[in-house]
């Protein structure tokens, strides 16, 4: 086993957490346990049944970002810390909190303990009154580790079970390396612009309905910083959408931007900056068309031919919560990065 920091900073304290030393250390391990987007929290009965433990409930509801209907970033699972057993331990993702007024309160992050692919945060509080201003100031970081260990697993599933040749295609055609979701197919090959489709049915109230995911990636020459402005990515996007992405009658694809905006961010990004969109999309240009559903898209530069790159991923599945799906969508736009020559 080994130690290496975690990100997490209480007290100015960069905090050490355990793992294994590669993949074949863990290779006995067995798989883990839990759906995807589920956390399961641990804690003292003493926790849960005060003020603290309504605090961390109502930050455990924290909203996915960008979709069309309120969902959670993540479904939690309650467990007293007495009622920790075996049946648990292979859970995906476990936030275990401990109260200890020996110690500083601090945060762990370790990966492998008891399954593979699996990510533990033991939070150590000194005493219940430092949940408050952990959950102010560090809490959603904390999530957003385990929604980046999503995205990770799902990225180890593409490659396991992805078409190799068609990630060889796409490599050819944008100069750009990645990992495709099993099932998606090529649609457009253009000067600048692909489009890739997956359509598929899955049951609901007894009936089977459609979920259409597609992933674009176009690119244009880049000159000028402000290509990367909010403003000049959206209309980018806006323009690519309405010129390559059809919809019924005389309908294309567009940015909903009438009751929720965009959510555009500066990420770090491979060890670059980057902007992250999240949002959502609609047909527009006709009447009585109704579709439109959540999108995730990210810009970044190419050095190597003095591109700008925009990836983006779409759903469509109006009976269905959105989550899982934009989850998988950004496991694909995250797996893309300039080829090496």
């Known amino acids: 086993m080994r130690y290496f920091a975690y990100l997490i900073l209480i007290s100015s304290l960069l905090?050490?957490?355990?793992?294994?030393?590669?993949?074949?250390?863990s290779s006995y391990l067995p798989g883990n346990s839990g759906n995807q987007g589920e956390i399961l929290v641990v804690?003292?009965?003493?926790?849960?049944?005060?003020?603290?433990?309504?605090?961390l409930i109502q930050?455990?509801?924290?909203?996915?970002?960008?979709?069309?209907?309120?969902?959670?970033?993540?479904?939690?699972?309650?467990?007293?810390?007495?009622?920790?057993?075996?049946?648990?331990?292979?859970?995906?993702?476990?936030?275990?909190?401990?109260?200890?007024p020996t110690n500083k309160t601090q945060a762990v992050k370790r990966e492998n303990v008891f399954a593979k692919q699996q990510i533990q945060i033991i939070l150590t509080l000194n005493n219940l009154r430092d949940l408050e201003p952990f959950m102010k100031t560090q809490f959603y970081?904390?999530?957003?580790?385990?929604?980046?260990a999503e995205i990770d697993r799902l990225s180890s599933r593409n490659r396991a079970f992805g078409k190799a040749s068609l990630n060889d295609e796409i490599q050819d055609m944008?100069?750009?390396?990645?990992?495709?979701?099993?099932?998606?197919?090529?649609?457009?090959?253009?000067?600048?612009?692909?489009?890739?489709?997956?359509?598929?049915?899955?049951?609901?109230?007894?009936?089977?309905?459609?979920?259409?995911?597609?992933?674009?990636i176009y690119s244009r020459p880049y000159t000028d910083t402000v290509q990367f402005s909010d403003s000049s990515l959206l209309i980018w996007k806006q323009e690519m959408n309405k010129k390559h992405i059809p919809g019924p009658k005389t309908s294309?694809?567009?940015?909903?931007?009438?009751f929720i905006k965009p959510i555009i961010s500066s990420i770090n990004f491979r060890g670059e900056t980057?902007?992250?969109?999240?949002?959502?999309?609609?047909?527009?240009?006709?009447?009585?068309?109704?579709?439109?559903?959540?999108?995730?898209?990210?810009s970044f530069y190419n050095p190597q031919n003095k591109k700008q790159y925009l990836v983006e991923g779409y759903v469509y599945g109006p009976q269905f919560n959105k989550r899982t799906f934009v989850r998988e969508i950004e496991a694909i736009v995250k797996s893309y990065k300039p080829s090496v020559e």
Not at 43 to 55: Q, R, V, Y
């Open 43 to 55: 804690a003292p009965s003493i926790l849960w049944a005060s003020d603290e433990g309504n605090l």
């Open 15 to 25: 905090v050490a957490g355990c793992s294994g030393d590669d993949d074949k250390s």
């Open 174 to 216: 944008t100069g750009l390396t990645g990992i495709i979701q099993e099932d998606f197919e090529l649609v457009v090959n253009q000067p600048s612009f692909v489009w890739l489709r997956l359509d598929r049915e899955k049951p609901i109230g007894g009936y089977l309905h459609a979920i259409k995911q597609g992933l674009m």
């Open 59 to 100: 930050g455990l509801n924290k909203l996915f970002p960008g979709l069309p209907a309120e969902e959670p970033l993540f479904t939690h699972i309650q467990v007293k810390t007495e009622g920790f057993g075996d049946v648990f331990k292979t859970h995906r993702n476990i936030l275990e909190i401990r109260i200890d």
């Open 141 to 148: 970081q904390l999530l957003w580790t385990f929604h980046n």
């Open 252 to 258: 294309y694809m567009g940015i909903e931007d009438r």
């Open 274 to 298: 980057a902007k992250e969109i999240r949002g959502l999309w609609r047909m527009q240009g006709a009447k009585g068309v109704f579709m439109g559903g959540p999108f995730y898209a990210l």
